[in-house]
C-alpha cells in the first residue's frame, strides 16, 4: 500500500489544515502490540475496531523487533479514518549501567534497557548488517522459546501429565512467526482447560504443575493464570526457566543506530512508579535522567500510563516535554488481559487534560516526521538522533494536518 499517496502535497496540505483545522486535542494510544509478536489481541482488525468505538484518532503499532504488521495497521487504520504511528519496540543491553549494576527500565535485570522506535519509514527499510543482526537476534529469541517448551514436556512427563505441547504448532496456530515465553503460557493454559474438565481437576493439576503452590487466581481468569504460569515456570527460578542467550540482546548503541536506519526517532519508555511510589536506580531524579539520555542522543520518551499515579504522569511527562523532548502515551497491550485503548493513569484514572495535550502533540510530531522521511528523505531527527528544536512547531502544526486530513476525508 502507498500510504503516503492519501495525502495532497505538503503545501496543498497545509492550507487545507487552515480552512479545515478545528484545534481538537485528539485521542491517541502511540504503543500497541499485535499478533506480530504478542497482543491481547485476536488480530489487528480488533485493535482498531475497539479504537474506533473509543474514539482514539491516532493509534501506533509497536510491535517487539518487527515490522510485519505495518501493511495490515496501514490498510487498517485508512479504512477507519485513523491516523497510523509506525513504531518497534527493541530489548538492548547496556554493558556500563550492568556492569554498575543500575537497573533502567527492567526492575530485575541491571542494564537491560527496553527502546522504542517511533515513527518508522514506511515501507520498512532496513538492510545490510543490521538487517542480518536482527534476524539472528529473531532466531535466538525463538530458539530460548523452543528449549522452554521442550522443559516444559520433559515436566509433563514427570507429572505424568497425559499431554505435551508441539512448538511447531504453538508457532504455526499462535504467532506470526515470533514464539514469546506468554504463547507458552497461553497454551499450557489452553491444554489444561481441554484435558481437565472442572475447575477442580484444574486446580488440582495447577497445584501439582507449581510444585505444590496453590492457583492464586480465579480459575476463569485466563489472564490472570497465563501470568502465574509464566512466573511459576518460566521466570527465573522456574522448571522450565532457559536463561536467554548474550545474543539475544542487541548492544544500546547499536539499537539505536538501527531505529534511525529504519527512520525512526529513538524512544525511551519509562517505568516510573511503580505500585508502591518506587522508582528504579536510573529513573530517579528526572534530571539526572534528562540528561544522561540527553548524552545518549535519546530525545523522544513514553509511558505505558496504567503503570503510573496521575501525580508522577504529570510531573515526569510535563518535565520532559517543557524539556524539547517528544513525548507519548500508550497501553502496550502485550498481556493476555484485554484493556481499553483510550488511555488512563493507575486504577482507571482519567487522563487531565494537560496529559492529553501532551500525548496528541507528541503523535504529531512523530506523525509529521515519518511523513517527511517518507515524502522528502529527513524528518525530525538527523542521522545522529538530534531533533530540530527550531522546527518544532512547524512539526507540530504538520502533523495536526496529517492527522485532521485522513479523520476528515
Request: charged share 25%; aromatic share 12%.
Amino acid at each position: 500500500m502507498d500510504f503516503w499517496k492519501i495525502f495532497p502535497e505538503k503545501e496543498e496540505l497545509l492550507k487545507w489544515y487552515e480552512e479545515h483545522g478545528d484545534g481538537q486535542v485528539r485521542l491517541v494510544n502511540a504503543h500497541m502490540h499485535t499478533p506480530y509478536s504478542f497482543s491481547a489481541f485476536t488480530d489487528i482488525p480488533q485493535a482498531l475496531n475497539m479504537a474506533v468505538n473509543e474514539n482514539v484518532k491516532v493509534a501506533g503499532i509497536n510491535d517487539f523487533y518487527t515490522t510485519d504488521g505495518y501493511n495490515e495497521w496501514a490498510i487498517g487504520c485508512a479504512e477507519r479514518k485513523i491516523f497510523p504511528l509506525f513504531n518497534i519496540e527493541y530489548i538492548s543491553l547496556n554493558s556500563s549501567d550492568q556492569a554498575a549494576g543500575i537497573k533502567v527500565n527492567d526492575p530485575n535485570n541491571p542494564g537491560r534497557t527496553y527502546l522504542s522506535g517511533k515513527g518508522l519509514s514506511f515501507p520498512a527499510i532496513l538492510s545490510g548488517p543490521y538487517s542480518f543482526r536482527l534476524q539472528s537476534v529473531l532466531i535466538e529469541s525463538n530458539r530460548q522459546v523452543q528449549q522452554m517448551c521442550g522443559k516444559l514436556n520433559e515436566l509433563l512427563i514427570i507429572i505424568k501429565a497425559g499431554f505435551q505441547l508441539d512448538y511447531d504448532i504453538i508457532r504455526s496456530d499462535m504467532t506470526k512467526g515470533m514464539v514469546r515465553e506468554r504463547h507458552l503460557a497461553k497454551a499450557l493454559r489452553m491444554k489444561i482447560n481441554h484435558h481437565f474438565v472442572t475447575a477442580s481437576e484444574r486446580k488440582m493439576f495447577y497445584k501439582t504443575i507449581f510444585g505444590g503452590k496453590e492457583l492464586k487466581s480465579d480459575i476463569g481468569n485466563n489472564a490472570a493464570i497465563e501470568n502465574e504460569i509464566r512466573s511459576n515456570l518460566l521466570k527465573a527460578g522456574g522448571a522450565a526457566f532457559i536463561p536467554e542467550s548474550p545474543e539475544a540482546f542487541l548492544d544500546m548503541e547499536m539499537v539505536c543506530q538501527m531505529i534511525l536506519k529504519s527512520g525512526g526517532i529513538p524512544t525511551y519508555p519509562f517505568l516510573a512508579d511503580d505500585n508502591n511510589g518506587y522508582f528504579t536506580s536510573f529513573e530517579a531524579p528526572k534530571e539526572t535522567v534528562m540528561e544522561i539520555l540527553r548524552e545518549r542522543n535519546i530525545c523522544s520518551v513514553e509511558f505505558i500510563t496504567t503503570r503510573n499515579s496521575i501525580g508522577v504522569l504529570e510531573e515526569y511527562a510535563e518535565f520532559f516535554n517543557q524539556n524539547g523532548f517528544v513525548v507519548t502515551f500508550g497501553s502496550e497491550h502485550n498481556t493476555p488481559a484485554m484493556e481499553p485503548i483510550e488511555l488512563f493513569a493507575r486504577n482507571s484514572t482519567p487522563l487531565s487534560p494537560v496529559l492529553l495535550e501532551i500525548n496528541y502533540e507528541g503523535a504529531c510530531i512523530t506523525a509529521a516526521h515519518q511523513y517527511l522521511v517518507a515524502t522528502e528523505g529527513a524528518g525530525y531527527v538527523d542521522c545522529d538522533g538530534k531533533p530540530d528544536q527550531e522546527k518544532r512547531e512547524y512539526f507540530k502544526i504538520l502533523g495536526k494536518a496529517l492527522i485532521e486530513y485522513i479523520t476528515k476525508n
